[in-house]
Nanobody
Framework: QVQLVESGGGLVQAGGSLRLSCAAS????????MGWFHQAPGMDGEFVAA????????DYADSVKGRFTISRDNAKNTVYLQMNSLKPEDTAVYYC?????????????????WGQGTQVTVSS
């Protein structure tokens, strides 16, 4: 069982930056692939980024590539999402998720555990 708690969301102007954190409980955090997804009002949840258990493999949605960076600190049981050059279209609730497989995946159905989400609002 893994419990996930996101933090770091807020209101920022376009072009600004935010750093999201996702703290995980449980001793086996380092075994999980971790992902970030976002959901805007009236939209389905979308993949943002994912990172392998080792941190050596990452994947990004085209819309955030070059602007967002996912990283993890297994000693702190935490995964991060550094978001730079934010755009109004990045406005959404951001969720972190944990997946027990070894392959980094974009599929929401593959993720076993989810946090409650943190709101990110980017004003123009």
């Amino acid at each position: 069982q893994v419990q996930l708690v996101e933090s770091g969301g807020g209101l920022v102007q376009a072009g600004g930056s935010l750093r999201l954190s996702c703290a995980a409980s449980g001793r086996t955090f380092s075994r999980y692939t971790m992902g970030w997804f976002h959901q805007a009002p009236g939209m389905d949840g979308e993949f943002v980024a994912a990172i392998s258990w080792s941190g050596l493999t990452t994947d990004y949605a085209d819309s955030v590539k070059g602007r967002f960076t996912i990283s993890r600190d297994n000693a702190k049981n935490t995964v991060y999402l550094q978001m730079n050059s934010l755009k109004p279209e990045d406005t959404a609730v951001y969720y972190c998720a944990a997946e027990g497989g070894v392959i980094v995946t974009r599929s929401r159905d593959e993720y076993d555990y989810w946090g409650q989400g943190t709101q990110v609002t980017v004003s123009s």
